[in-house]
């Protein structure tokens, strides 16, 4: 099993309380300790870490929990491997760049005969399951669309495909463009959205206390989705198991 | 203009004492401030770092430049705009798998007309001439085989392809698939080999002195190529103009 974050916000947002509950379960207070990845949107460009060491102890995890990036949509992963060995090119989120965007994938669970579903265009560079599942969705995507269809179009397709996928296995996972935030509850994943009026939060995994609105704006909306609530002060929606959810611009859409 | 930075060896080696240099002419003894951009292969996995931020005080860079990445393939850049304004999706190297390897490009020079060659399957995620042609070439590879080819084939088609775009204006590149590093020069391009017996070498931005001959084994080797040479007290070997060369294990190939 692996940890999942995203975050989708209407405006750039630091991403660092909620990221240093998740480095903490990265070999600390969870056994996620075979590497973790972190994936930000800025404007169309997007930027990763990857470190196949625990994020615990990792430096480049310190300088993130450190470095304000602010960013609309974040896609985070601590690892705990089950297939594919521990390595670089096994460590989540994994980007592919489709119709001109970078797309950034995350998976916690395993996908029985997974490897079976044939791929064209995209292929993994490691050998997890889950870059294979990543690539069999932009495949499919790629094969049915030449660019970007309308976003209620393209939303219902790839409800259709975490469908299917959910059909294989555990199939808990983040997806997203930067501009939509999809995600695929097979078992375990829940959000919370912050808005106005902003209250205060404290992680569950780390001292941290947070007033929310000493650091915001009233319009200001953001969800995050993780697969356990990181704060123990705030209600935390758990998505229905078997469900897909879409975010977009911090709004929980459907 | 830009500078270019690729490092090709037969062993995972130290890129910092080169990067350093390269740093320091972001922003400090180059006017190269509209961004900077790292990758580095550890085996099959490649992982980049990005900032639309002058690397001299950058403090993403001072984490690279203290943090032993030990990789045989790396490519880093830093930016003077020209085409494509200062933003994240227009920062170097910029990354695209194909056949099940991360390719990885960054160029300096600007390339006329290039935005009428056609793509269909990779295109840009921002607005440079430079992703753009990295686009093309991907394309091209693409089309013309649909699998890895013999690396002779290989060779000569990439070199093909640089040809033709520095039919278009100045196409100085690099191009790496982590195993062969391809290089273009059209005006400015150098390279040093390493290996034994090593000696010292002494940057001409950094007052740093290194004595390989204590960090290195008998059978190392190492090449370096970067658009000006970085140390004063070795020889580096000029790249014909309008030409191509290739690197596997840090040794000059043709």
Not at 7 to 17: E, L, Q
Not at 166 to 195: E, P
Request: aromatic share 10%; glycine share 8%.
């Amino acid at each position: 099993m692996c940890e999942l974050l995203g975050m989708s916000a209407n405006v750039p947002t630091d991403i660092r309380f909620s990221f240093s509950a998740l480095a903490r379960r990265g070999g600390d207070t969870g056994p996620h300790k075979d590497g973790w990845g972190i994936s930000f949107y800025e404007q169309k460009g997007c930027r990763s870490f990857h470190d196949p060491n625990p994020s615990a102890g990792s430096e480049l995890a310190q300088l993130v929990k450190n470095y304000p990036i602010k960013s609309r949509t974040v896609i985070a992963h601590v690892r705990k491997a089950n297939r594919g060995r521990v390595a670089l090119e096994n460590t989540h989120p994994f980007t592919r760049e489709l119709w001109g965007r970078a797309w950034t994938f995350a998976h916690n669970g395993q996908l029985k005969g997974i490897k079976t579903l044939p791929l064209s265009f995209f292929r993994p560079i490691g050998t997890t399951d889950s870059e294979h599942a990543f690539c069999w969705i932009m495949d499919q995507l790629c094969r049915t669309y030449t660019d970007y269809p309308p976003a209620a179009t393209l939303d219902k397709e790839i409800k259709r495909l975490f469908h299917i996928l959910r059909q294989m296995g555990v199939f808990n996972a983040l997806l997203t463009d930067g501009r939509s935030l999809y995600a695929s509850c097979s078992k375990k994943l829940c959000y919370i959205t912050r808005q106005a009026p902003f209250g205060t939060a404290s992680l569950i995994d780390e001292d941290i206390k947070v007033d929310f609105s000493t650091e915001t704006t009233p319009d200001d909306r953001v969800s995050v989705i993780a697969t356990q609530p990181l704060t123990h002060d705030e209600v935390w929606t758990h998505l229905t198991p078997d469900s897909s959810a879409i975010f977009r611009k911090g709004a929980f859409i459907g």
